[in-house]
Nanobody, 119 residues
Framework: QVRLVESGGGLVQAGGSLRLSCTAS????????MAWYRRAPGSQRELVAR???????NYTEAVKGRFTISRDNAKGMLYLQMTSLKPQDTAVYYC?????????????WGQGTQVTVSS
């Protein structure tokens, strides 16, 4: 079982910045792909950014150049640095870890942290 706890959400004005953190209680964290998803009101959950165990990253087009995902395996942490925030970034942000190992796929989710961007 993996426990994920997000923090760092809040209310910010458009153009501002926030840094989300996720504490992951997983052994061999470097074997997990870690990601941030978000769910805006009335919308489905969508991938924001993903980082593999080898630090390969990918981002949804809407956040490229504004958000940066990073991880610290030794500390069991995942981060999302968000800059130039827009009202359309308002959503609940979720931390996710996933891996496929020995033929078994596993994925875990945090409870989410609210990010609200005012115009």
């Amino acid at each position: 079982q993996v426990r994920l706890v997000e923090s760092g959400g809040g209310l910010v004005q458009a153009g501002g910045s926030l840094r989300l953190s996720c504490t992951a209680s997983a052994s061999e964290l470097n074997t997990w792909t870690m990601a941030w998803y978000r769910r805006a009101p009335g919308s489905q959950r969508e991938l924001v950014a993903r980082i593999t165990g080898g630090d390969i990253t990918n981002y949804t087009e809407a956040v490229k150049g504004r958000f940066t995902i990073s991880r610290d395996n030794a500390k069991g942490m995942l981060y999302l640095q968000m800059t130039s925030l827009k009202p359309q970034d308002t959503a609940v942000y979720y931390c996710n870890v996933a891996r496929a190992r020995f033929g078994v796929s596993s994925a875990y989710w945090g409870q989410g942290t609210q990010v609200t961007v005012s115009s």
